[in-house]
T-cell receptor, first 115, second 112 residues
Framework: GAGVSQSPRYKVAKRGQDVALRCDPI?????LFWYQQALGQGPEFLTY????????KSGLPSDRFFAERPEGSVSTLKIQRTQQEDSAVYLC?????????????FGSGTRLTVV | GENVEQHPSTLSVQEGDSAVIKCTYS??????FPWYKQELGKGSQLIID?????GEKKDQRIAVTLNKTAKHFSLHITETQPEDSAVYFC???????????FGRGTSLIVHP
């Protein structure tokens, strides 16, 4: 597609529920990133993929967070046993170049609200 | 690690005025500084960037300046228009395989 697509746009989850957030990067983009953006804050890095390999997951806040990109294109960020502090906008970005952050393109994000 | 401070958090200007957003960074090894525009319901767009071997870069109404000694960089928007209203984020990176660190964002409101 023309841009990075994320779904769903909005997700309301009950505390303790598992959620899965999807990111469709720009076709052919090698690098894919997940960021968490709390209200009034800048994006905070979560994890990074190069093709299907997860090269950096140092930003994942706990072992309840898990990301995968099995075929090197679509990626899913999964949050298990959601808690209220997980409420945020989750942004996905992709880059066609190995030497990121050049050419980053962000999706519109998924706004997760945990109630 | 890198720490990026961005000011102001909110900036309100009249159409036609200039707007300046400032960021400081802590890691002197950072050498790449992009600026992103985030509009409601849209993905964030890279609007301009600068590398540490350059002091200023301009693209039409948008310019970015970098002071490596002071470790700060600024976004300048001239002749602002209502469609410039958005949240702007600065970031700093060491380039290559280093993940950028973002500022907290500035909400720019341009009143017609």
């Amino acid at each position: 597609g023309a841009g990075v697509s994320q779904s769903p746009r909005y997700k309301v989850a009950k505390r303790g529920q598992d959620v899965a957030l999807r990111c469709d990067p720009i076709s052919g983009h090698v690098s894919l990133f997940w960021y968490q953006q709390a209200l009034g804050q800048g994006p905070e890095f979560l994890t990074y993929f190069q093709n299907e390999a997860q090269l950096d997951k140092s930003g994942l806040p706990s072992d309840r967070f898990f990301a995968e990109r099995p075929e090197g294109s679509v990626s899913t960020l999964k949050i298990q046993r959601t808690q209220q502090e997980d409420s945020a906008v989750y942004l996905c970005a992709s880059s066609g170049r190995d030497g990121f952050p050049y050419g980053y393109t962000f999706g519109s994000g998924t706004r997760l609200t945990v109630v | 690690g890198e720490n990026v401070e961005q000011h102001p958090s909110t900036l309100s200007v009249q159409e036609g005025d200039s707007a300046v957003i400032k960021c400081t960074y802590s890691d002197s090894a950072s050498n790449y500084f992009p600026w992103y525009k985030q509009e409601l319901g849209k993905g964030s767009q890279l609007i301009i960037d600068i590398r540490s071997n350059v002091g200023e870069k301009k693209d039409q109404r948008i310019a970015v300046t970098l002071n490596k000694t002071a470790k700060h960089f600024s976004l300048h928007i001239t002749e602002t228009q209502p469609e410039d209203s958005a949240v702007y984020f600065c970031a700093a990176s060491k380039g290559g395989s280093y993940i950028p660190t973002f500022g907290r964002g500035t909400s720019l409101i341009v009143h017609p």
